[in-house]
């Protein structure tokens, strides 16, 4: 049986980074490109026509820049990924960016099969926030309701929250309380259905905001 691959449109407003791109994901038969187009209104534009899984997406265009062509996308089609591409690792740029919905970020100068295997990780809700990141929204947030959460999830779930939060992958949560990877996901639906959130980047600043990680150190033996 064939899979069914990723329909993946290209927004970009540099010709040649559009190009770029473009050959990246053709070395990979699970992605599709099924669009290319220019700035932010374009996207909406196109979103609305043909719904595509996957969008990257610029952050600086004209017309309609990325952060407010994500919003109005995931405002009406909260399902669809968003992955953020850009020159520089701008962090105010990159937590505006999750803020409004992105997934995760990819830097253009980045070696094409670690875009790969970072956009595999995206269809497969999988990528972990980098750390540089998480610290960043840990220094932003107000802790509150921290024993709230803490009452609703089974220790196992919190440890597993731990681990999502502090940017582990599933394979490293796993080694770290010697469980399988398919217990950690099924851990993770579970977590995610009682905090009534949607994916790997929503709980991590879920986390992060409740004040659930302070040690953002500590890595997996």
């Not at 940017?167 to 950690?184: F, H, L, M, P, R």
Request: hydrophobic residues 40%.
């Amino acid at each position: 049986m064939t899979l069914a691959k990723t329909r993946v449109l290209i927004v970009d407003d540099h010709e040649h980074a559009r190009e770029a791109i473009d050959v990246i994901l053709s070395m990979d038969e699970c992605f599709e490109v099924i669009g290319v187009v220019t700035n932010g209104q374009e996207a909406v534009d196109f979103m609305e026509k043909w719904l595509p899984d996957l969008i990257l997406m610029d952050i600086q265009m004209p017309v309609m820049d990325g952060l407010e062509a994500t919003s109005r996308i995931k405002l009406m089609f909260p399902y669809v990924k968003i992955v953020m591409i850009t020159v520089s690792d701008d962090m105010l740029h990159l937590l505006e960016a999750l803020k409004r919905g992105a997934q995760g970020y990819l830097l253009k100068n980045l070696e094409p099969s670690t875009w790969l295997e970072y956009l595999h990780s995206i269809i497969n809700e999988e990528a972990p926030l980098s750390r540089d990141v998480a610290y960043q929204i840990l220094k932003e947030v107000n802790v509150s309701e921290r024993r709230q959460t803490e009452d609703r999830l089974t220790t196992r779930e919190l440890d597993i929250l731990y681990g999502v939060a502090a940017g582990w992958t599933n394979k490293e949560i796993a080694s770290q309380y010697d469980i399988s990877e398919y217990t950690v996901k099924n851990h993770m639906k579970n977590i995610l259905q009682k905090l009534q959130l949607q994916n790997r980047v929503q709980l991590t600043r879920y986390a992060l905001e409740q004040g659930l990680v302070q040690d953002m150190s500590r890595r997996p033996k």
